[in-house]
């Protein structure tokens, strides 16, 4: 369908210049922290405190060595005993009387995030499609209910239910493990998994089953050939609505977790007490932190985009 | 290729009764048209067949097998959708292979079949395009060619030109024709389009509401419907009804209609007085200013070589089909003559046909 079809009246120049300076002046306000943060995490501690803020500055990755590393304060003289320093960091260290002690606990917690949320969302998504497959083919007694019941999960925020699940992740064993972490998330996204694929996949229209089957093929053969190929837009929206739930959350890890499965968001808040507060480590832990999201993100953008207005446009 | 027998095929959805107690053979190689207005079960039919839905009582016998609880995929038949439903994401060769792709034919042997088919139904040029750019014409052939590539023993088409454009049908209609008559497969095609039926097919089952009103061959059909629903559906405009009340004697050869006699066929049946109705085709009126059968000139249809006249009659409109020549004046009082031969007798109650010389009366089949 062409764009015509769309709009009766053609937009003039001087609109489409309005709403492309409309577009740019948001993009640059929303930006603004962003760059904050990402300057911030490139500048050394004193020049991240220094009033007025600096714009121009010389750049350090201080903040990445502090963020990877613990560090103890030495005297003058051990630190002069020392043999020269083996790298940027241990230099930077010991400028500031602070010898290198071992790596920091951003690694781990930062592979806990990744396990975690894209573990969550796999199964979100898979259970997701399964279900909303079954939802959009079958009769299944007491369909609308069941969807309502799904969708009634989010009617509340999930930290409402906190409590009861703290206790219950207590008893079960399941406190500060990736796994009742992974239940979690998944438990949280799947009903918006399985709403979303049933919108994409009602659209699909059941005659490429049909024909499939006929065709000597299994439903389940049918589904795997036919529908999913046809089904990756949906399945990937979901999944990047599902990531950024996963990545993001805040509140149950930092309920939840607290050594060994603890994610990076209640983690990166934790930098600032160790020695002083080091605004260039939290930075640091916040740009790395944005990294992932930001790739998935921009592989899936043209699926991102589609599922966004998924419904509004007909192929 | 294979016969299909129908026996006493039931479908019931909830308490909506979509096909009632059908039965039907279509001969091995037989093109077989299934025709009715929208809802009337014959794409419901033709699922059962295809074993896309299961029928609540009944049986389908494929050459001679029982299939009535067999999955669609057991049945070794192939189904061409009124959307053509193309697999969007595989080009035209990889949709014309799909179904030879799962009986573990080898790469060389389907890249060949393929390329046969697409040969065979002329688009063998398209083979590596994507099946979103092609014309209407050329994704019905590539649904056709998928349908063909695994010689099954026998075809199901639902309403497959139902999408395309009416000059691109005319042609369609033709090629299918064609195509029939080169591979002689088992057909049966669904449509509500008596013009495609009447132009492709052996049999035609004309259905309502869920029930076979008349099996037969276009001919039979037309010239001798079994209820007044065929006779009203079939042929444009559709058969004229002059109704009338008397009871019928078997060997009678008149009836009274519009207060003057009328010849008809001999009766073969007799009947106690009910609510009866006169048929007849258009083209099966003259003007005839001596005829007793009066009415007047309503409106006129130039249609090139033929005109439609509708004449007002005191029991309704009559459609009269005559040369273009002649030419009238609306009001015109006329006298319509009836080629006695070719008139049906219905009872108005039951839409059945009376037994006449013409044909043997409509029982439902």
């Known amino acids: 369908m062409s764009a015509a079809a769309h709009s009766v009246v053609e937009p003039t120049p001087a609109s489409k210049r309005i709403a492309g300076a409309i577009i740019i002046l948001y993009a640059v306000v929303s930006m603004v922290p962003l760059f904050w943060i990402i300057a911030t995490s490139f500048k050394t501690p004193p020049d991240s405190i220094a009033y007025p803020p600096k714009l121009v500055f010389t750049p350090s990755i201080e903040g990445y060595c502090n963020l990877f590393t613990t560090r103890t304060r030495q005297t003058a003289e ?106 979690l998330y998944t438990a949280v996204n799947v009903s918006l998994a399985v709403w979303l694929l049933k919108g994409f996949i009602d ?14 093929y299994t439903r389940l053969q049918a589904f795997r050939k036919v529908v999913l190929p046809q089904a990756t837009t949906g399945i990937a929206a979901t999944a990047i609505f599902c990531l950024i739930f996963a990545w993001n959350e805040y509140a149950f890890a930092a309920l939840l977790t607290s050594g060994t499965a603890q994610t990076a968001p209640p983690f990166i808040p934790t930098i600032i007490g160790e020695g002083g507060q080091d605004w260039p480590a939290v930075a640091a832990g916040t740009t790395i932190f944005l990294v992932p999201i930001l790739v998935f993100t921009i592989l899936l953008r043209k699926q991102l985009l589609r599922g966004i207005t998924f419904g509004a446009v007909r192929k | 290729m294979a016969e299909i027998r129908v026996e006493n095929l039931r479908k019931e959805f909830g308490t909506f009764t979509a096909v009632q107690n059908s039965n039907f053979v279509v001969g091995d ?50 189904f061409v959708f009124q959307l053509f439903a193309l697999y969007p994401h595989m080009n035209v060769r990889k949709n014309i292979g799909f179904p030879l792709l799962t009986q573990g034919v080898s790469k060389a042997e389907i890249r060949r079949q393929v390329e046969e088919t697409a040969r065979l139904l002329r688009i063998d040029h398209l083979l590596d395009r994507a099946v979103s750019g092609l014309a209407g014409g050329d994704r019905q052939r590539v649904a056709l060619g998928r349908a063909i590539v695994r010689r099954p023993k026998c075809f199901l088409m639902d309403e497959p030109l139902g999408t395309l454009d ?103 049946e007799d009947m106690a007085p009910a609510d009866m109705a006169l048929g007849f085709r258009p083209e099966h009126i003259r003007f005839d200013d001596a005829s007793p059968l009066r009415g007047s000139v309503y409106g006129t249809e130039y249609l090139g ?34 080629n006695t031969a070719r008139l049906s007798l219905f009872e108005r109650g039951s839409g059945r046909a009376v037994s006449t010389a013409l044909h043997g009366g409509g029982a439902r089949v």
């Open chain 2, 166 to 268: 009416t000059e691109f049908r005319d042609l369609m209609v033709h090629e299918l024709r064609e195509l029939h008559n080169r591979i002689h497969a088992t057909t049966v095609y669904v449509t509500h389009d008596q013009l495609e039926a009447m132009a492709m097919a052996d049999k035609i089952a004309v259905m309502n509401h869920g029930v076979i009103e008349q099996f037969g061959t276009p001919q039979e059909i037309y010239d001798r419907p079994a209820t007044m629903f065929v006779a009203d559906f079939i042929g444009s405009p559709p058969m004229n009804f002059l109704p009338f009340h008397a009871g019928l004697a078997r060997g009678s050869r008149e009836i009274t209609v519009l207060g003057a006699r009328v010849a008809v066929p001999e009766v073969r």
């Open chain 1, 203 to 216: 659209e699909i229209p059941r005659e490429y089953e049909e024909a499939a089957m006929i065709d000597g």
């Open chain 1, 78 to 183: 051990y630190i002069a005993s020392l043999p020269p320093p083996e790298n940027f960091c241990d230099e930077v260290t010991r400028k500031r009387n602070m010898v290198i002690a071992g790596p920091s606990n951003f690694l781990p917690r930062f592979v806990n995030s990744l396990i975690i949320a894209f573990g969550s969302t796999f199964c979100a998504v898979f259970l997701g499609t399964l279900a909303a497959y079954g939802f959009s083919r079958f009769k299944v007694p007491l369909a609308d209910d069941l969807l309502f019941f799904i969708l009634s999960t989010r009617m509340m925020p999930p930290i409402a239910v906190a409590i009861p699940i703290y206790l219950m992740y207590r008893e079960l064993g399941l406190s500060d493990t990736a796994l009742g972490m992974i239940l």
């Open chain 2, 29 to 78: 190689g037989e093109f077989f048209v299934m025709l009715g207005p929208s809802g009337c079960g014959k794409t419901t039919t033709l699922r059962m067949i295809a074993g896309l839905e299961l029928p609540t009582s009944g049986k389908i016998l494929l050459g001679g097998e029982d299939v009535t609880m067999r999955r669609a995929r057991e049945r070794d038949i192939a």
């Open chain 2, 305 to 338: 070589t033929t005109q439609i006249v509708a004449v007002e009659t005191a029991q309704g409109i009559v459609k009269a089909r005559i040369p273009a020549e002649q030419s009238f004046q609306v009001g015109e009082s006329v006298g319509l003559a009836l």
